[in-house]
């Protein structure tokens, strides 16, 4: 079962912050998820449609523009980061989940990815494209299909994993309060990948490792890692 070094290495250093995807990178986890909103026209590194939970200032993130929004602390000195530095931060190192929040993010995604790839080197196969939001997974899709895409559920759907083969997606990415038995088998029949956030025990991770679950996001992936090798 692979770890995803959830927000960056979160459990101790600032959320979605360089500090933290660098922390990942030292712990050696298999991918990093971070999360996107758009700030006029660049997509920046924050959970919250509001800046005050994450950094020292207060109020939505459309209230800002790019120069305010990085003048604020994010934690330990750290700025809130754009997905360009991340993606040159990450360097292919590892696999890079990024998660869509803002509705106004997917197309600005292509445009920046295209330049990524130009001047970065970025590799459009370690990244893995997820959201709440399905329509902008499908807009991914029809634009460049050989993307691959995490669909994302705070559910347990009537109808399990058919909602991940319609967006044509590589994996399910599942609350682990709704995770089951029938919905990693669904997944797996349809040749889907069952991802769960967030995982922070040890005791729950080997419980999900023994149902077949293929990767968690969580927010201690160095330890995450010992707790697996304990129970092999
Ligand atoms: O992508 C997995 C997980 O991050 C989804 O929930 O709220 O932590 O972004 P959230
Ligand atoms: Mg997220």
């Known amino acids: 079962m692979k770890i995803i ?5 979160s459990g101790l250093y600032p959320e979605n912050t360089l500090l933290a995807i660098r922390k990942a990178l030292d712990a050696g986890c298999d991918g990093i998820e971070i999360d996107l909103y758009r700030v006029e026209d660049t997509l920046v590194v924050i959970h919250d449609a ?3 939970r994450t950094t020292n200032g207060t109020g939505l993130l459309n209230n800002f523009n790019l120069q305010q929004l990085q ?3 994010a934690g330990q000195g750290q700025r809130v980061p754009t997905l360009m530095q991340v993606l040159q931060l990450v360097n292919n190192q590892c696999l890079l989940n990024i998660e869509l929040k803002g509705a106004d993010t997917a197309g600005l995604l292509l445009q920046e990815l295209a330049t990524a790839e130009q001047q970065l080197g ?3 196969e370690l990244l893995l494209i997820s959201s709440f939001n399905h329509h902008l997974l499908r807009f991914l899709h029809q634009h460049r299909p050989e993307l691959k895409l995490g669909a994302l559920t705070a559910s347990l759907p009537l109808d399990y994993a058919a909602f991940a083969s319609q967006l044509a997606a590589f994996s399910v990415h599942c609350d682990q309060d709704f995770i089951d038995e029938r919905l990693v088998q669904d997944a797996h029949q349809r040749g889907l990948q069952v991802w769960v956030y ?4 040890a005791v729950r991770a080997r419980q999900l490792h023994q149902l077949g679950v293929d990767a968690i996001f ?5 330890e995450a890692k010992n707790w697996l090798s304990a129970a092999d």
Do not use: E, F, I, Q
């Open 5 to 9: 070094a959830h927000r960056g290495y």
């Open 198 to 201: 967030t995982v922070n025990s």
């Open 122 to 124: 970025t590799r459009p």
């Open 218 to 222: 969580c927010n201690y992936p160095l």
């Open 71 to 73: 003048l604020l602390d």
């Open 50 to 52: 509001d800046v005050s």
